[in-house]
């Protein structure tokens, strides 16, 4: 069964360093999603992607996030300058259909920022 | 815009008691409503799912009905598992936005 993979599974940086997060969405889908979920806490929508493009940001998708898809498999997120307060686990999420399918979700990494 | 409130936990029950986790929401329009499973150091798995009123989602033992007089997205399940132990999530999401979460309920089964 296709699976949405996310790599590494475990990232720690130091204030200030720029990460980036790799996911490879399911193959034949067409939107793709980033959601954060710091310990203990509610999953939160980050930025959804479709057609190339950020179809829609929250809040918390500040300057200091960018988010491309640099070939045809790949989708990664950068927080360009970490903070404490990035330290979170982040899901990628992929689905066909917005809306109608449900999305499917990676594994997630986890983000320690020190 | 829409929002998912869900009861909150922790929830502690003895195996084979009937669950229950309340999920109520906002939205314009007819969105889909789903419940995703968290296992303890994994992702999110989607659980079940509804995407019309009076749609009812069904797995593992796990069922939710899409109440849309009551707006509301209730998880049950008639004899729990220590295996069921996990955080659920109540979610939904609209044509014109994207999905939202409610705050998770961790859920501990005991022998």
């Known amino acids: 069964e296709p699976e949405v993979t996310q790599t590494p599974s475990h990232q720690v940086t130091q204030m200030g360093q720029e990460v980036i997060l790799r996911c490879v969405p399911i193959s034949n889908h067409l939107y793709f999603y980033w959601y954060r979920q710091i310990l203990g806490q509610k999953v939160e929508f980050l930025v959804s992607f479709y057609n190339n493009e950020i179809s829609e940001k929250s809040e918390i998708f500040d300057d200091q996030f960018s988010v491309e898809r640099p070939d045809g498999s790949n989708f990664t997120l950068k927080i360009r300058s970490t903070k404490l307060e990035d330290s979170a686990m982040y899901f990628c999420?992929?689905?066909?259909?917005?809306?109608?399918?449900?999305?499917?979700f990676g594994p997630g990494t986890r983000l320690t920022v020190l | 815009g829409n929002s998912v409130t869900q009861m909150e936990g922790p929830v502690t029950l003895s195996e084979e008691a009937f669950l229950t986790i309340n999920c109520t929401y906002t939205a314009t329009g007819y969105p889909s409503l789903f419940w995703y499973v968290q296992y303890p150091g994994e992702g999110l798995q989607l659980l079940l799912k509804a995407t019309k009123a009076d749609d009812k989602g069904s797995n593992k033992g796990f069922e939710a009905t899409y109440r849309k007089e009551t707006t509301s997205f209730h998880l049950e399940k008639g004899s729990v598992q220590v295996s069921d132990s996990a955080v659920y999530f109540c979610?939904?999401?609209?044509?014109?936005?994207?999905?939202?979460f409610g705050a998770g309920t961790r859920l501990t089964v005991k022998p």
């Open positions: 999420a992929s689905n066909r259909d917005r809306g109608l399918n449900e999305q499917f």
């Open positions: 979610a939904l999401e609209g044509h014109e936005e994207d999905m939202r």
